[in-house]
Structure formats: C-alpha cells, structure tokens
C-alpha cells in the first residue's frame, strides 16, 4: 500500500497561521513531519495550529518573521534548526493582502509588496534552507501559486506580477539544485472553500463553481492533500511543474 510517510522530516509552511496554511500544516503533520508554522502577524492563530497538531499527536512548533528580509528568513531557519532539525521541505505559502484594482488606479507600491511577498520570499527562503538540503541529499520546495497567473483577469495585476515572477524563479531553481535530489513545484489553487466560506453561502463563491469544468468549488484539504503528495518520497521524479488544483478551471497545455 502506497503512503505518505513523511517521518523523520521537518517541513516548514510560510503564512501557517492562515486559512489554506494551517489546513497543510495539519496534513503535513498528520503524515509524520514535524511542523514548523511561520507566521508574521497573529502569533495566537500560529499558536492555535501548534496545539491542534500537538493535540492530534503531532509535532509543532511556531516561529515569527518577515519572510521579505534576509536576517529574519536566516534566523528563522536557525530558530527551527535548533528546535525541530534541519528542514528539508519548505511550504512558501505566505503572501500580502491588498486592494485589487484596474492597472490604472493600482498604488504601485502594491506592486512591489506582491514583487517582496512572492517572488523574494522564494529566493530568500531558497538561500536559507536550500544548503541544508544539500548536505541531506535531497529535499522538497513547494511554493502556493494561483490559478489567476494564468487567467490575467482585470483587477488582478499586482497578485498575477507577483505570482508569474516567482514562477520564473522556481523553474530556473528546479534546474540549478536538481542534481541535488531537490525537486521545486508549485501548487496552484483556485478560489477554495475555507473555514470563512464552509458554510457555502457565498453567492460569488457558487457561481465561480458552477463554472468550473467539476462543477464545484475545491477545498483546502484537497490543495493541502496535492501539497502532502510533492512533500513526500512519491513525488520524488516531479520537478518544475506548476500543478492546478482548481477542478480544471484552468488547464496549462502543450
């Protein structure tokens, strides 16, 4: 029987604390990792995730940082190495929020903290987890994309420049540290029921699914699932690959 065994690794999920991120903290530590959950703000969210996992017989732990500047990202891999052991999976999943708006009327400093909150937060994370990979011999980078970097809807400028530049980034890191057994993905969702939306009444929400080629809005234990599986040893020949998990609401082609 095929499993999920991810026993004896550390993973480390960026925005932990948030709707999609503590769904895939609790996945990931219900297959046997150790769990590191990153937030920046809301260090009681981050904290609640801890005790849910703990509480299930898992293993957790929460870290604070600015997953935008350099010394905060190197102490944060310091802080989990000696709390939890050197992480060979990385979640980058974190990401600002802002007012979407038309290109005209976009504040351009919501361009450059989509440009930190993406695109450098996969460099940063990769200077500083990626050589502990290294010396392991092997590891996994899963970073959370969006089904939108390939739609280009209007009002989506800032979130797609962001989205599009880091996956320019990962494709070139999956052929710069292959030959290392580290393999890069990304996991591309698309509007997902959370616990905000649960309860299904989001008129918006039921109509984006009605359009959808399964005819229905996914989860975030189905994204969470897809982000367990690159995670694990069954992935292992799986790199550069942008993955929609959106029901087929977008289907990259050939």
């Not at 989990?80 to 060979?88: F, S, Y």
């Not at 929020?97 to 976009?106: D, F, G, K, P, R």
């Not at 299904?200 to 984006?208: F, R, V």
Request: charged fraction near 15%.
């Amino acid at each position: 029987m095929l499993t999920l065994d991810l026993s004896g690794r550390v993973a480390v999920v960026t925005g932990g604390s948030g709707e999609l991120g503590r769904v895939m903290c609790r996945t990931l530590a219900a297959c046997g990792a150790s769990v590191a959950v990153h937030y920046n703000r809301g260090r009681d969210r981050a904290e609640g995730v801890v005790n849910e996992i703990k509480s299930a017989g898992g293993t957790a732990q929460a870290f604070q940082a600015d997953i935008t500047d350099q010394a905060q990202v190197n102490s944060l891999r310091d802080q989990v190495t000696a709390a939890l052991g050197p992480a060979t999976i990385v979640v980058n999943n974190a990401v600002a929020q802002y007012n979407w708006t038309s290109v005209l009327e976009q504040d351009p400093a919501d361009y450059e903290s989509q440009f930190r909150s993406c695109v450098m937060q996969n460099v940063l994370t990769a200077k500083a987890f990626v050589p502990g990979m290294v010396e392991a011999g092997g590891g996994r980078i899963i970073a959370i994309n969006t089904e939108c970097a390939m739609q280009n809807f209007p009002g989506q400028s800032a979130y797609v420049s962001g989205k599009r530049g880091m996956d320019g980034v990962l494709r070139v890191l999956a052929k710069e540290i292959g030959k290392h057994q580290i393999t890069v993905n990304q996991v591309a969702p698309g509007w997902t029921l959370s616990d905000k939306l649960r309860d299904g009444s989001n008129q918006a929400h039921a109509e984006y699914g009605a359009k959808v080629p399964l005819g229905r809005v996914g989860t975030d234990q189905e994204i969470a699932n897809v982000v367990a599986f690159l995670a694990s040893d069954l992935a292992s020949y799986i790199t550069g690959a942008y993955v929609p998990v959106c029901g087929g609401n977008v289907m990259p082609t050939i």
